[in-house]
């Protein structure tokens, strides 16, 4: 995005025109979206996760029948 300050415009009203033009664009909001984004985990550690809760779950289920939990 490229904008030239007119001729005798002042600096805060082409700050505003400038911020207006970002804002309409959407090219901040997409840069946020891009900046906060997670990498995709892997398959394998998604399995090893799934298989560490499940191994956790089972663990507090003997837990509460044992009445040590």
């Given at each position: 995005m490229e904008l030239k300050?007119?001729?005798g415009e002042s600096v805060s009203s082409f700050l505003y025109r400038f911020s207006k033009k970002m804002q309409q664009s959407g090219v901040l909001k997409e840069a946020k979206k891009r900046r906060?984004?997670?990498r995709a985990v892997n398959k394998n550690k998604r399995r090893v996760g799934a298989i560490y809760r499940d191994e956790k779950r089972v663990e507090i289920e003997t837990a509460k029948k044992l009445g040590t939990f």
């Open positions: 300050r007119r001729e906060s984004r997670a």
